[in-house]
């Protein structure tokens, strides 16, 4: 009776340990699925693009013939102009939002709707984000095709992400650094300010980074809202902002380089096609630095604050 | 005097122990006699809920000056709760409402109107786990102080050194002022927490197990230093070291299931328990 109680448990440890083996071989096989797939790809863009990406004039020239022909230097300044507006309209937005559900809001229906509205507005179709920016500020608002429109059509979407990556960093923050604040007769708002915020700041740095990332390379957003083309020549050097050649104007059209390869993908002409190979290779080193920046600037700061 | 009133009322009335204790200021601990009368904060049938949770029930207590208070007690038996609503910590917890008087010099602080922030500079409070902010060793005592409006590099670096001396950790730190306050052990990153909050100079100063997650010497280190910094304020530890309340405390608060059953001086408490709860858990029946 013992014996065979003993060798059902010595039958039972074994399946355990092969169950164990299997799961770990399933596991490892899909993590390396996963790997292959991305090097793959990374590496198929990398090949059919690298030729076009050094190729003198690529990075530094216009395009030309309705950019089948040419470089794609306004697209890429274009594409960085519209992330530094986005980031500067979206960034200050989510983190008051941010602080406002995780250091103030009180459990109740407000709260609820507020986290339901912007988890609604993460999952938005970007198409359908686009079409409502068109509506609302390049016809109703009369700021047609413009970098603007685009900035604040890629805001829409770019809010629910970083406020959840805020949000996320502020409850991380140790609950006892929010006790020991408070315990000091300090107010909320100076404990967010003061204390929360720089604890939280390598989480929220890279969080922001890392959208940056799906901001740099949206396309459907943009199509209706900053228009697929960048005027024929931009002036870096004027002052006059409301000039419609002005670089730095924020009511003239823009065409980011997803939309720039969406634009001319369709193009028959061999070169048309290597110049979206080399588009694309150059967005997706510019998001693949992105990540790579995103990580190495969370760590810095996350010693700075740890150490020192 | 507070100290004549007291003394009278022990049994001893030796001229030489009014002598005795006069001369050191300091309270008798071995004997576990108070020498202060001096009710700094009191609670009267306090009720904690959280959601209709009733977790702490009719609970009334003093605190004296120059005395140290242990409140003890299984886990869970809402000795921290009690703790945490004596500078009013609990209004942050989402869900959770204090009913009661608490009389902070005779004047209730439990209502709406109170100025938590000015309360919270007379009643410090330390965590379990030491939790200095992410700054230096000379910010995280100045930084509370310089919030509520205090000025002039003099008049802060003589804080420091203070607020140091009293947690005794001037001499470990003095040369590295602007270090990282993460670079500390556990110990001195706790008298760190200990001389940030001296730095207000609280009338009043919680401790909520203060030494849980510290070694034996650092243990041992920051009793001492709670014994230094008792005079003229008023100490409450919530310990779960029973070793630790009998040697740091003057009076000593049994809590359990949400009831203060029994409170006295510490060595009535200790060496003659009235109730048998309190007896069972000290004969380590249940911790």
Known sequence: ?308 | MSVETSAVETDSTSADFMASVSSSEKQNRVSGFAISDEVVLETKDVNVYYGNHHALHDTSLAFHKDEITALIGPSGCGKSTFLRSLNLMNREIRGCRVDGEIEYRGHNINTPSENLYELRKSIGMVFQQPNPFHMSIYDNITFAPRRHGVRGKDVLDQMVEESLRGAALWDEVKDKLDKSAFALSGGQQQRLCIARTLAVHPDVILFDEPCSALDPISTLAIEDLMRNVVKDRAIVIVTHNMEQASRVSNRTAFFYMGDMVEYGETEQIFQRPNDARLNDYLTGMFS
């Open chain 1, 1 to 308: 009776m013992a014996r065979s109680a003993a060798q059902a448990q010595d039958a039972y440890l074994e399946r355990s340990q092969r169950n164990d083996k299997i799961a770990t071989g399933v596991l490892t096989l899909i993590v390396g699925l996963v790997m292959l797939i991305v090097v793959s790809m990374v590496l198929f863009i990398l090949s059919q693009g690298i030729e076009t990406l050094f190729k003198p004039g690529f990075l530094t020239e216009a395009s030309r013939a309705n950019g089948t022909q040419g470089g794609v230097a306004y697209q890429l300044f274009d594409s960085f102009y519209l992330l530094i507006l986005t980031l500067a309209i979206s960034l200050p937005i989510s983190l008051g939002g941010a602080v406002f559900l995780v250091e103030y809001a009180p459990d109740g229906p407000i709260t609820s709707i507020a986290s339901t509205a912007i988890e609604t507005l993460s999952s938005l179709p970007s198409i359908v984000v686009g079409m409502f920016g068109f509506l609302v500020f390049s016809v109703n608002f009369g700021w047609k095709y413009s970098i603007l429109s685009g900035a604040v059509a890629l805001t829409m979407f770019n809010i629910p992400i970083l406020v959840r990556v805020i949000q996320q960093a502020l409850e991380d923050v140790p609950a006892s650094q929010r006790d020991a604040c408070l315990a000091m007769g300090l107010t909320r708002w100076e404990t967010t300010v003061h204390v929360l915020i720089p604890v939280a700041m390598p989480a929220i740095v890279t969080g922001v980074v890392l959208s940056a990332g799906r901001v740099f390379g949206e396309a459907a957003a943009l199509l209706f809202t900053s228009g697929m083309s960048s005027p024929v020549r931009l002036n870096f050097f004027t002052l006059n902002f409301a000039s419609p050649t002005c670089a730095w104007n924020v009511f003239r059209p823009a065409e980011s380089l997803a939309v720039h390869i969406y634009k001319i993908y369709g193009e028959g002409s061999p070169e048309a096609q290597t110049i979206v190979w080399g588009t694309a290779a150059l967005l997706m080193t510019c998001v693949l630095l992105f990540n790579v920046a995103a990580r190495i600037v969370g760590k810095a700061l996350a010693r700075r604050m740890t150490a020192e």
